[in-house]
């Protein structure tokens, strides 16, 4: 059998309802629309399976001609023998009565459509792809596109479009919703030295899409053979949890995933019933799934490739980098873009570093970064790399610029580089951002095997983003001390819309989240009556409007009972005012937990800052439920406020392992409650003793 590329398919079909063997690796293929025209996709792609010296039987069918291409064609459909792999290239209403012929005649079981003028196009071209589903479907057959380039593998240049890379075992799989990103991701990619593996472009995904493309690598992935870089262009996810638990399942097995999701900014902050809802956008939404499967997030090609290159190289495993340079320009920028992401570039001093200095010409430093300026050797350079992996203990990455002013060789240089990159157990990334002066020595340099960054701040930006991207997460929420049932008998026994305090009251009793005792009422004498049995001062609220600061209805420090009175009074005035609710005044910094239900993704939850600052500015953090106290605090750690949260200036903090615990027993209960659609805490006050739900809201949607 040929081996598709990777041998990622080697095993073929036995567990994926999606991709089959004929379509992976087909013993017979018919091109639909095939011209002698190579401006047409129809000839275009036929050449590139000519060209890629497809070895099994390979049928044309226009009804224009006799030969193309050198290969006798038929004139319809009807005329072809069974065939495994129908390729259309043909207009979009001939296709339903093409694939209705191949199905029932011709025992086609793989087609790939590249068409356009479907779904994408009108109501029309919807209804006719859902009939072309519909009828592949029926025999178990497995549909790429419409409206896509089709597929690229070692088998076969499914493809009307170039470039057609080399394709090598260990390079990189590409799964793409669009065909023109797929092309601009190979030709930027192939000059950086990153090599590809199989290309899929989805199109529609009218049957199948990114996320069924890998559950099938990930149900026949092997460690040993396959292609352990994955990149994903995605336009829409329609199936997140599929996502999540592939790209989990991958990863885990040893994969590297990159993604770019196109189209995930919202064109306004929506109409919400909370600040959560106005704050979770797709975006961020996204990001979250990518964040718990330990995909790393892309915002462009350029992004998505460096992420590729990066991968490519020994993983980072710990801060501390070394720039080793002799452009001084390029090493300040790219020192800035590292620190500013959390990694450090840090001094390096003392009898070693001084030891170094004494190999370099008069007027190198070797403080960090490391210039050993224009006239540095290939010999120089050698010696700096030997000594950051072997003598300076405190650095665990190198990056080398080196680029050439056009004055001299610098093939020595690459060439130490090339074979320090293989002998180094610290990782080094190389900037050879000469391109055209040294582009001969990139060339070699390249074919070594080795990848490219031409510009190091695209680096600076990548490198840390790889870096944070964690592991997959996998908690399962201890529920020994969560009441399950309670929970569980509030949800079922409520409407939709906003459940009353004490319901909500209930819920965080019974998830274990301390709340601040209160009374509520719409009657005078009895509210003061129950009010008793809190000391003040007291806060007071008013209940029924939902953004309760906007019509001035919270009240602070009511110190005496005329006051109280008088506030109960102005409240009840309040337009859409239910009754008024009491609470002891208590201090400490406002914090933020909230969290928003998203159709296929399930819970975000977020956690910040509360109070106004939530709203202006808008620093928070989240993560798809559940989530453990461990992810929660990384996500607080990572704030922007969070100095203010350890204490500063003499203030005192909060308690940070506290605050953590209660975000993870928000996750769990939005997690056991997915009625819940929205849901603040806005804000819980805390110190370094306690943290006190102040002021909860709860949407319900069943």
């Known amino acids: 059998m040929h081996h598709f590329c990777g041998g990622i398919f080697a095993d073929l079909c036995k567990k994926s309802q999606m991709l089959n063997e004929q379509l992976l690796n087909p013993t017979s293929i018919a091109v639909l629309g095939g011209s002698n025209d190579v401006r047409k996709p129809g000839g275009k792609l036929l050449k590139n399976i000519l060209d890629g010296q497809y070895p ?214 929506r109409a919400a019933a909370s600040h959560t809802g106005a704050i979770a956008n797709s975006d961020i939404t996204v990001r979250a799934l990518f964040k718990k499967a330990g995909i790393v997030y892309c915002s462009s090609r350029e992004g998505l490739l460096t992420v590729a290159s990066i991968f490519n190289y020994k993983p980072l495993t710990g801060k501390n980098v070394a720039i080793i340079t002799h452009a001084g320009g390029s090493a300040v920028m790219l020192s800035d873009a590292l620190s500013s992401r959390g990694l450090e570039i840090p001094p390096i001093e003392g009898p ?53 002013p056009g004055l001299f060789d610098v093939e020595n240089v690459y060439n130490v580089l090339s074979v320090k990159l293989d002998i180094c157990s610290k990782p080094i990334y190389p900037v050879l951002p000469s391109v055209i002066n040294a582009q001969k020595e990139i060339q070699g340099f390249l074919a070594r095997g080795n990848v490219n960054f031409p510009d190091e701040v695209v ?39 906003f459940l009353p305090p004490h319901k909500v009251n209930s819920l965080l009793d019974a998830v274990g989240v301390t709340r601040v005792a209160e009374v509520s009422g719409d009657n005078y004498a009895e509210l003061k009556a129950r009010a008793s049995e809190l000391s003040f001062p007291l806060v007071m609220k008013v209940m029924g409007p939902v953004h309760k600061t906007d019509v001035n209805g919270v009240v602070l420090n009511v110190s005496t009972e005329p006051g109280f009175e008088y506030h109960f009074n102005r409240l009840m005035q309040i337009e859409g005012a239910k009754g008024v609710l009491v609470q002891p005044m208590i201090e400490g910094i406002e914090l933020f937990i909230g969290a928003k239900h998203d159709p296929g993704f399930g819970h975000l939850v977020l956690c910040g800052l509360g109070g106004i600052f939530i709203e202006v500015l808008k620093d928070v953090k989240s993560g798809l439920a559940p989530l453990s106290p461990d992810e929660c605090m990384k996500m607080i750690t990572s704030l922007s406020g969070f100095k203010i949260l350890e204490g500063v200036r003499g203030r005192e903090g909060v308690n940070l392992e506290l605050f953590a615990d209660f975000v993870s027993r928000v996750s769990t209960l939005v997690h056991l409650a997915p009625e819940i659609k929205e849901m603040d805490i806005n804000p819980l006050l805390g110190n370094l003793e306690a943290i006190t739900a102040v002021d909860t809201r709860i949407l319900l949607k069943h």
């Open 56 to 269: 099994h039987q390979l049928h044309v069918v226009n009804p224009k001609e006799s030969t193309v291409q050198g290969i006798q064609c038929v004139a319809t459909v009807e005329d072809l023998p069974e065939v495994e792999l129908a390729i259309l290239a043909i207009p979009a209403q001939y296709c339903l009565e093409a694939v209705q012929t191949l199905t029932r005649s011709k025992k086609t079981k793989a087609f790939i459509i590249i068409s356009a003028g479907f779904g994408e196009a009108d109501a029309l071209g919807k209804k006719l792809e859902s009939d072309i589903v519909h009828i592949i479907d029926e025999v178990g057959g497995c549909l790429i596109g419409p409206n896509c380039i089709g597929v690229l593998n070692a088998n076969y240049r499914g493809v009307f479009t170039t470039p057609i890379p080399k394709l090598h075992q260990q390079g990189c799989d590409l799964i793409s919703a669009s065909g023109a990103t797929a092309v601009f991701i190979m030709e930027a990619g192939v000059p950086l030295g990153i090599h590809f593996s199989n290309v899929l472009s989805v199109g529609n995904a009218a049957q199948t899409g990114v996320e069924d493309v890998l559950e099938y690598m990930d149900n026949h992935f092997d460690s040993d053979k396959d292609p352990h870089i994955k990149l994903l262009y995605l336009e829409s996810i329609s199936n997140p949890q599929k996502l999540l638990k592939h790209a989990s399942s991958l990863i885990s097995k040893g994969a590297k995933i990159a993604a770019i999701k196109a189209g995930s900014s919202d064109a306004g902050t």
């Open 352 to 404: 070693e570093a001084d030891n170094l200095l004494g190999y370099l010409h008069p007027g190198s430093s070797v403080s960090n970064p490391i210039d050993f300026l224009a006239t540095g050797t290939a010999e120089q350079l050698g010696i700096i790399i030997d000594f950051c992996e072997h003598k300076f203990d405190n650095i665990d990455a190198m990056v080398v610029v080196f680029g050439s």
């Open 459 to 497: 680096l600076g930006r990548a490198l840390p983003a790889v870096y944070k991207t964690q592991k997959p997460s996998v908690y399962q929420p201890n529920l020994e001390n969560i009441d399950v049932d309670t929970i569980r008998s509030v949800i079922g026994r409520n409407a939709d819309g």
